[in-house]
C-alpha cells in the first residue's frame, strides 16, 4: 500500500449558492409548511400559478411534475415525477395512477415547463393530457388541471377551457 503523496491534488467541486438562493429556497420551505400546516387550499388557478412559479420558473431542463390533493383540495404533496432535457420529458401514465393511489389523492393538478418560454401547449401536450385524465378517473382522482410554465407566464388548460 503506498502512502499517500503530498504532492497528490484532490479535486473535490463544492456548488456555493448564492445568498439570494439560499433566501429563495428559505422562503419556499416557508410557504410549504404553511401550505400544510395552514391548510390552504389549492382550488385558485392564481393560487397554483404563484406556487408553481416559485418552484418551477426557473428550471432549465423540462420537469413533470404532480400537486396531490386531498379532497378538499389541500396539498398533500409535491412530486417531481419526471425529468427531461432542455425540450422534452417522457411521461408514463402508468407511473402517475401508481403515485395517485400511494398518496391516497382525491385530486391532482399536473404541470411541467417549457424552458423556452414558450407556453402553448403541443398537440403531444394535449394528447398527454386526455390520456391521464382518463387514466386517473378509473382510480377516482380528480384531474383539475394541466399547468405550463414557461418562466413567469402560466397557461391552465382549465382555463382555457382544454378539458
Not at 54 to 62: S, V
Not at 107 to 119: F, M, R, T
Not at 126 to 144: I, M, N, P, Q, Y
Request: charged share 25%.
Amino acid at each position: 500500500m503506498k502512502a499517500k503523496s503530498e504532492d497528490s491534488a484532490t479535486y473535490s467541486v463544492t456548488h456555493e449558492k448564492s445568498s439570494d438562493d439560499k433566501v429563495i429556497m428559505q422562503a419556499i420551505k416557508i410557504i410549504e409548511s404553511r401550505l400544510r400546516f395552514a391548510s390552504i387550499s389549492m382550488s385558485s388557478p392564481i393560487a397554483v400559478k404563484d406556487w408553481l412559479r416559485l418552484h418551477m420558473a426557473t428550471l432549465e431542463h423540462e420537469v413533470f411534475g404532480v400537486l396531490w390533493l386531498d379532497s378538499q383540495n389541500r396539498l398533500i404533496e409535491y412530486q417531481e415525477l419526471f425529468r427531461g432535457t432542455i425540450n422534452k420529458t417522457s411521461v408514463y401514465p402508468r407511473e402517475v395512477v401508481k403515485e395517485a393511489l400511494a398518496r391516497n389523492a382525491a385530486a391532482c393538478i399536473l404541470a411541467h415547463n417549457h424552458p423556452s418560454g414558450a407556453v402553448e401547449p403541443s398537440r403531444a401536450d394535449e394528447l398527454l393530457t386526455g390520456t391521464l385524465k382518463t387514466s386517473l378517473a378509473l382510480v377516482d382522482c380528480k384531474f383539475l388541471d394541466h399547468m405550463i410554465v414557461g418562466g413567469i407566464n402560466i397557461m391552465s388548460f382549465a382555463e382555457r377551457g382544454l378539458l
